[in-house]
């Protein structure tokens, strides 16, 4: 039977407890919220740890969904079907639901949070291919409410690592507004709800029929989620068309850097990374034109 090394056990009552707490303890204590990826990880013993902190009873305090006149704020600890289920959300970055409906199972989806996502750092983690697309930032709050804002590309350091310090907690994520956005993912895995064997998201912003802006996102083909800049490069000032889409995905095809395993062959990846690149994109003009 598969079980833990021994730890002690404390729930949260506010975020500046928690931040205590984990000020207190250092590197021996994780925070748990879900649960889904700590807790599998623990038991097989890759991940030990003294102390576990629970911030569920948080869920007041950090699970949102806020819009504002440039940006819209989520809470780490929105849930997962939360995110699936906000009308802020389907309307403004309609790529949530499109992750969210292929994201592991409802039990996993009941329980599991934004931030919890993020925080896991993995490769093949559906919402920080999201957030990588949308060009969120990572709102940090640290001892004393002191908070930094970093992008995506500087909150993911590492395979499983973050730019969160061990008296850090991720308390908010941000996504900026604008007009004319469209946005879509795709997924290719294994079996319903498994971990993608790669998986794209796509925004564009239309002005008069012009892409004046267009990002995406990668997962499953690199040490960390991959946002892309030369498609970005190369889309702006663009008409949508075909041909730009198969530009797109040329680029990201020989842009990740995936590895052969039981999922498929570092070729089959590159294929499919150039696919859904360009499912992606065709999606979001669809979406941003309507």
């Not at 598969?2 to 984990?22: K, W």
Request: proline share 6%; charged share 25%.
């Amino acid at each position: 039977m598969q079980v833990p090394a021994p730890f002690e056990y404390e729930r949260a009552t506010s975020v500046d407890h928690a931040i205590s707490l984990l000020e207190h303890r250092g590197g021996t204590a994780r925070l748990i919220a879900g649960g889904h990826s700590l807790l599998p990880m623990m038991k097989l013993r890759l991940a030990n740890f003294d102390y576990l902190i629970d911030i569920n009873d948080l869920h007041d305090e950090l699970g949102y969904v806020e819009t504002g006149p440039d940006e819209v704020r989520i809470g780490a600890l929105t849930r997962h079907r939360e995110l699936l289920e906000s009308p802020v959300l389907g309307a403004a970055f309609p790529i949530f639901a499109d992750a969210e409906r292929v994201i592991a199972d409802p039990v996993v989806r009941n329980r599991g949070t934004l931030g919890g996502s993020l925080c896991q750092a993995d490769p093949s983690e559906d919402l920080s291919a999201v957030c990588t697309t949308l060009d969120a930032r990572c709102v940090i709050r640290g001892p004393g409410g002191a908070e930094r804002v970093v992008s995506m590309e500087d909150f993911h350091v590492g395979p499983y690592e973050t730019a969160v310090a061990d008296d850090e907690i991720l308390v908010e994520i941000r996504l900026p507004v604008r007009p004319g956005c469209g946005s879509a993912y795709a997924k290719v895995e294994r079996r319903a709800g498994d971990w993608a064997v790669v998986s794209a998201g796509a925004a564009v912003w239309l002005d008069g029929g012009v892409i004046v802006d267009a990002r995406v996102g990668l997962a499953a083909v690199g040490p960390n989620t991959t946002g892309i800049p030369e498609i970005s490069t190369a889309l702006r000032g663009q008409e949508p068309s075909e041909g730009l889409y198969e530009q797109a995905g040329a680029i990201a095809a020989r842009s990740c850097d995936p590895v052969t395993d039981q999922r498929g062959s570092a070729d089959y990846k590159r294929h499919l990374a150039a696919e859904l690149t360009r499912r992606t994109l065709r999606r979001a003009v669809e979406r941003a034109r309507s």
